[in-house]
């Protein structure tokens, strides 16, 4: 409860540091403007063309389906890759024969392309809800496991000498020690993989499901949309910046307030 409270309480200040992330937006909005000026709607619909096809389709029901079912599979494949990357990871750092073995998987899944997992997860699933969530926590996996081993790792051992040489309660240990550090590590790599599992999903649905963005994006490909495709394609895009600006960011800003007190 305080938790939420210091949230919502630090909310306004905020998005009010956002001016910066929408000057840059705006400035994207203005280059958009000029390249469909420079090479018509039939290649690149204008901002506002884009956003009125949007408008078209949440008004005809068509949007929200879709845009929920993509969020949901591309939620649920990243949830899965938070909980067994950070746990792995976690548990390799502790120990250095773990890191030192987890190494080379670790290189193996980063170098390995998402359509190979794809064509792999179709295989396995199907054209199922299995095949974009597995295809997003495999992609995304690799990253979370080695952000909280770096954070792990990287732990100051003079750092840790000191709080048992004080003999500080294991709580605070915890949570004023080994936390602080650990998430500042994980936070990146969970907003990194998040990407990543935006990226991913759409694209596992363009080629695997009958549903979704990507599913709605072939359809619009089919018929040479470019409109709805650029419609699509910003959707995806918002509820994405929605979830890690309105959710993930604000959590580390509270979780890596320490920093601001050492200072």
Do not use: C
């Amino acid at each position: 409860m305080n938790l939420l409270h210091s949230w919502l309480r630090g909310l306004p200040a905020y998005l009010w540091s956002g001016w910066g992330a929408l000057a840059s937006l705006f400035l994207f909005l203005t280059l958009w403007e000029a390249g469909a000026l420079y090479y018509g709607a039939l290649v690149l619909p204008s901002p506002l063309e884009t956003f009125a096809r949007l408008q078209q389709l949440i008004a005809e029901g068509s949007a929200w389906p879709e845009l929920l079912t993509t969020g949901r599979r591309a939620l649920l494949g990243f949830a899965l890759s938070v909980v067994v990357g950070s746990t792995l990871g976690l548990a390799a750092g502790v120990s250095m024969t773990a890191s030192m073995m987890s190494r080379p998987l670790v290189t193996v899944l980063m170098g390995m392309p998402p359509i190979a997992w794809l064509v792999l997860a179709m295989l396995w699933f199907g054209a199922s809800d299995g095949t974009p969530v597995f295809t997003v926590f495999i992609a995304s996996f690799p990253l979370i496991f080695v952000g909280a081993l770096q954070g792990t790792r990287t732990l100051d051992n003079q750092l840790k000498d000191m709080a048992r040489a004080f003999r500080l309660p294991r709580r605070m240990l915890f949570f004023d020690v080994y936390l602080p550090h650990v998430v500042s590590y994980l936070f990146p790599a969970w907003i990194t993989a998040l990407g990543m599992s935006w990226k991913v999903v759409v694209m596992a649905e363009l080629l695997a499901t009958q549903d979704g963005v990507g599913a709605a994006l072939a359809v619009s490909r089919s018929h040479l949309d470019t409109s709805a495709t650029m419609a699509w394609i910003v959707a995806v895009v918002g509820l994405l910046l929605a979830v890690e600006y309105l959710l993930l960011e604000p959590i580390k800003r509270e979780v890596e307030r320490w920093r601001e007190v050492s200072t």
